[in-house]
């Protein structure tokens, strides 16, 4: 009965290869987003989706592509992996009011070696 | 621009000690949120308050306290009598209306040491 959750867990590959990462959420909420964390702990958002409509992109390389099946997925493919794209990648849901908190999966570590 | 600034990086303390965590933040919004999230050990991100730019009341949540000031755009989260459990990063957010894009700090590591 997870409310966010992401698969896999870990997820290590090497450079070049295609990798996708799955998010579903029970809560339902009408947007889901994406965020990415870096070894210095950082975290800025990537994508964020609203009924199944990107509403933000930020500088986010074409590599990215997130897809939306329907309200309750927004599943993250990368193309061509990069070394700099090892972090932690956390999916995220909310109501689109500006009160709603979001939930957080517990996060996907990518390892590109 | 939106920014949230955490100064402290890592702050360490002893077990029952009081320590607060700052958080500064910048907006040319009139409306928006501002949360705390914990990001223990494990991992996982954790929410813990929402405050509204309208509402400067103070909150506690037992050892938590939250003191948010608009005149001074900060938004600061004080543990009362600190427990090992408490190590965590914490992170201060702002929220936007514009696609309702959250805006963390840097988060700041709290250890607390028995």
């Known amino acids: 009965d997870t409310a966010v959750s992401q698969t896999p867990k870990y997820l290590v590959t090497q450079m070049g290869n295609d990798k996708s990462i799955k998010c579903e959420q029970n809560?339902?909420?009408?947007?889901m987003y994406w965020y990415k964390q870096d070894s210095k702990k950082f975290l800025k958002i990537m994508f964020s989706?609203?009924?199944?409509?990107?509403?933000i992109n930020e500088t986010v390389p074409n590599r990215f592509s997130p897809k939306s099946p329907d309200k309750a997925h927004l599943n993250l493919h990368i193309n061509s992996l990069e070394l700099g794209d090892s972090a932690v990648y956390f999916c995220?849901?909310?109501?689109?009011?500006?009160?709603?908190?979001?939930?957080f999966g517990n996060g996907t570590r990518l390892t590109v070696t | 621009a939106q920014k949230v600034t955490q100064a402290q990086t890592e702050i360490s303390v002893v077990e029952k000690e009081d320590v607060t965590l700052d958080c500064v933040y910048e907006?040319?919004?009139?409306?928006?949120?501002l949360f705390w999230y914990k990001q223990p050990p494990s991992g996982e991100l954790v929410f813990l308050i929402r405050?509204?730019?309208?509402?400067?009341q103070n909150e506690i949540s037992g050892r938590y306290s939250w003191n948010f000031q608009k005149s001074t755009s900060s938004f600061n989260f004080t543990i009362t009598a600190s427990q090992v459990v408490d190590s965590a990063v914490y992170f201060c957010?702002?929220?936007?209306?514009?696609?309702?894009?959250?805006?963390f700090g840097g988060g700041t590591r709290l250890m607390v040491k028995p």
């Open positions: 907006t040319r919004d009139t409306t928006y949120y």
């Open positions: 809560l339902g909420h009408d947007t």
């Open positions: 957010a702002l929220l936007r209306n514009a696609g309702n894009m959250l805006t």
């Open positions: 989706y609203n009924n199944k409509e990107l509403i």
């Open positions: 405050r509204n730019s309208f509402d400067e």
């Open positions: 995220a849901s909310s109501h689109r009011t500006l009160d709603s908190p979001l939930h």
